[in-house]
């Protein structure tokens, strides 16, 4: 089946500092989600990408949808220690409403 | 605070019960899914709902049933679960099957 491929696994940053994550496939997607889980809570969609090349801003959050249609990545800049979490990918590629996740990005922040 | 809510939010039950588990979207989605998710892993698409008719079941148990009474409320009813039944269950709704999913925070369920 398909699968995503998602990195890092985690990630232990200072405050400040920008933030990268990727994921990648081998199978083509129509569109791109980016979610944030915290602890006891359920995943929070961040941005939505629908077009290969698209580049969308949420306030720190800039996440593109590959050129290709297999990948999309995430960057946080100036990271702040509310950013801690987990960041899920996500891949649709028909109408029927199912989604593909990636394993997740753990992200810590030292303040 | 999330659009899409869900009760209880906490349920420990034994493998000989029956219970359910509900979610409720006042958002005029059209589309309505449950998730099973383990800790510290994606969730897990479990059923979906289209124009409240069962669209998608991924091979989950039969003692897991779910049920769609109206185009705001969704439903998952449980017995005889296993204790690798445990997880985190999540709903989440959309407008269309199409459009991004918006997700509730989950019934944590925990099976003795």
């Known amino acids: 089946g398909q699968q995503l491929n998602q990195s890092p696994q985690s990630m232990f940053i200072q405050e400040g500092e920008d933030v990268s994550m990727n994921c990648t496939s081998s199978?083509?997607?129509?569109?791109w989600l980016w979610y944030k889980q915290d602890p006891g809570e359920g995943p929070v969609l961040l941005i939505a990408?629908?077009?290969?090349?698209e580049l969308t801003s949420n306030g720190r959050l800039t996440a593109q949808f590959g050129i290709t249609r297999k990948d999309s990545f995430l960057n946080i800049s100036a990271s702040i220690p509310s950013d801690v979490g987990i960041y899920f990918c996500?891949?649709?590629?028909?109408?029927?409403?199912?989604?593909?996740f990636g394993q997740g990005t753990t992200l810590q922040v030292k303040p | 605070d999330t659009e899409v809510t869900q009760t209880p939010k906490h349920l420990v039950m034994g493998m000989t019960n029956k219970k359910s588990l509900k979610c409720e979207q006042h958002?005029?989605?059209?589309?309505m899914y449950w998730y099973k998710q383990k800790a510290k892993k994606p969730p897990e698409l479990m059923f979906v709902?289209?124009?409240?008719?069962?669209?998608i079941n991924e091979s989950v148990p039969s003692r897991f049933s779910p049920e769609c009474p109206n185009s705001s409320l969704l439903n998952l009813h449980l017995h005889a679960l296993q204790p690798e039944d445990s997880a985190l269950y999540l709903c989440?709704?959309?407008?269309?099957?199409?459009?991004?999913?918006?997700f509730g925070d989950g019934t944590r369920l925990s099976i003795l």
């Open positions: 989440a709704s959309s407008p269309y099957t199409r459009q991004p999913q918006h």
């Open positions: 199978s083509i997607f129509n569109t």
């Open positions: 990408l629908y077009k290969a090349g």
């Open positions: 996500a891949g649709q590629t028909s109408n029927t409403g199912k989604l593909i």
């Open positions: 958002m005029g989605h059209r589309a």
């Open positions: 709902y289209s124009y409240e008719k069962l669209s």
